[in-house]
């Protein structure tokens, strides 16, 4: 079956605007996460979903950023006035359930904010 | 302050022989460990892993070692093949089965593998 999906791939915004990603994970998972990877860091955790719900925002880097997932699938994270520092990877992760190994990535969407 | 560090940002290894990827860790509530290899333009892929109660684990060419009282873990890929040439990063939970908890997975920043013919 299918991976996990991201869109868009690329995402050039000027600083200001707000963005959409997009996150489809694989079909029956029940957890998803997102992470941003900027340039030359690690991944760093931003939030998870259980269902529907997300437990604790608090990784989420400032409160521009805000994220949801319907009919436990498809989820989007939001930043509002983007500013030059958002730039990085953004990664969505789905996991069957919620288990440190299983884990699968979607190939991430890159955004960067002029 | 990273809590899970891996401090060579590259290693460059022949093929056929063995690549050692090293991974350090300051938090001592971290009980489960794995690692993660990424290709350019794709999302990390699970590797391998290990849990804080066994110092060693396998499959097939790639064992991964943790020295618990040196918060230290390592990868160790033999025979080294071309196609391992990617980045590894090392993670880090407070749970195998919390998915780190509300804290998701920490990583490290990676090591990029380069397999020379």
């Known amino acids: 079956g299918a991976g996990v999906s991201q869109s868009p791939s690329n995402k050039v915004t000027e600083k200001g605007k707000d963005v959409e990603l997009r996150c489809d994970p694989i079909s029956g998972h029940t957890a998803l996460y997102w992470y941003r990877q900027r340039l030359g860091q690690g991944l760093e955790f931003l939030i998870y979903?259980?269902?529907?719900?997300?437990?604790?925002k608090s990784g989420l880097p400032s409160d521009r950023f805000s994220a949801e997932r319907t009919g436990e699938s498809v989820s989007t994270l939001t930043i509002q006035r983007t500013q030059q520092e958002d730039s990085a990877v953004y990664l969505c992760?789905?996991?069957?359930?919620?288990?440190?190994?299983?884990?699968?990535f979607g190939p991430g969407t890159r955004l960067t904010v002029l | 302050d990273q809590q899970v560090k891996q401090n060579s940002p590259s290693l460059s290894v022949q093929e056929g022989r063995i690549s050692i990827l090293n991974c350090d860790y300051t938090?001592?509530?971290?009980?489960?460990f794995l690692w993660y290899k990424k290709y350019p333009a794709e999302g990390p892929t699970f590797l391998i892993s290990?849990?804080?109660?066994?110092d060693k684990n396998e499959d097939g060419r790639f064992t991964v070692f943790l020295n618990k009282s040196a918060k230290h873990l390592s990868l160790h890929i033999v025979p080294s093949q071309p196609g391992d040439s990617a980045v590894y990063f090392c993670a880090a939970s407070g749970s195998m089965y919390s998915g780190g908890g509300a804290d998701g997975l920490t990583f490290g920043k990676g090591t990029h593998l380069i397999i020379q013919p």
């Open positions: 979903f259980q269902g529907n719900s997300a437990p604790d």
């Open positions: 290990i849990s804080s109660i066994k």
């Open positions: 992760a789905s996991s069957l359930v919620r288990s440190a190994n299983e884990q699968f």
């Open positions: 938090n001592s509530m971290f009980d489960y």
